[in-house]
């Protein structure tokens, strides 16, 4: 029962570098999206895939870019990367237009731009 | 962005205690949704709600859909070690789960 499977669980990085956040959802779900959270700002929607081959800015897109490789796996680049986007990444996947109680989050990723 | 206002943003209880969070909004929802948060793991959904002034529990927790469309209230009973966390409420009108807006959250702390 792996759900929703995200890589790496921690990262450290120097501002500039580049790095790639890896999503996998074994729930047979069309909908995949990626989110940040942060102090005192709850979930936002980076970007989000409503189906394969289909991608769409969220709230804070800036400095990211996404890649729906197939219908299980969606990753997040992060191609220059900014101690603002110091944060812990959720991965999630719904069912095709669900609402939020069919919506699945992975465990996070916390990443640290220094 | 959108947000919804959350509060309390902390609280720290003593163990059998009962707990009282809401959220408030400017815009009216459709759905109300409560997750949970457990340290280093990702957000859990206890309860959802679908029609205005609707009451829901599920075991220990009950939540509430305000009449107004535009807040949400989600009470704990009886406070045990294990509720410790992060609530979020959750609002959506239509449309796909990309449509979600989260509140701040509320971090819970209890003291055995």
């Known amino acids: 029962n792996a759900g929703v499977t995200q890589t790496p669980k921690f990262q450290v990085l120097k501002t500039g570098q580049s790095m790639t956040l890896q999503c996998a959802q074994d729930?047979?779900?069309?909908?995949m999206y990626w989110y940040r959270q942060d102090p005192g700002m709850g979930l936002r929607l980076i970007y989000y895939?409503?189906?394969?081959?289909?991608?769409d800015k969220g709230e804070v897109p800036n400095g990211y870019n996404v890649s729906r490789l197939n219908k299980r796996e969606f990753s997040l680049r992060l191609e220059s990367a900014a101690p603002s986007q110091t944060s812990v990444y959720f991965c999630?996947?719904?069912?095709?237009?669900?609402?939020?109680?069919?919506?699945?989050f992975g465990e996070g990723s916390w990443l640290t731009v220094v | 962005g959108q947000q919804l206002n959350q509060s309390p943003q902390s609280m720290f209880i003593q163990e059998g205690e009962d707990v009282s969070m809401n959220c408030t909004s400017s815009?009216?929802?459709?759905?109300w949704l409560w997750y949970k948060q457990d340290p280093g793991e990702g957000p859990v959904l206890l309860i959802a709600l679908y029609k205005a002034g609707e009451l829901t529990s599920n075991g220990r927790l009950t939540a509430q859909f305000g009449t107004t469309r535009k807040d949400s209230f989600l009470n704990i009973s009886a406070s045990i070690p294990s509720d410790v966390g992060i609530y979020f409420c959750a609002g959506q009108l239509g449309g796909g789960a990309q449509k979600l807006v989260f509140g701040q959250g509320t971090r819970l702390t209890i003291n055995p």
């Open positions: 729930m047979n779900h069309n909908s």
């Open positions: 999630a996947s719904s069912v095709t237009g669900g609402s939020g109680n069919t919506i699945y």
């Open positions: 815009s009216i929802f459709n759905t």
């Open positions: 895939s409503a189906s394969e081959g289909t991608t």
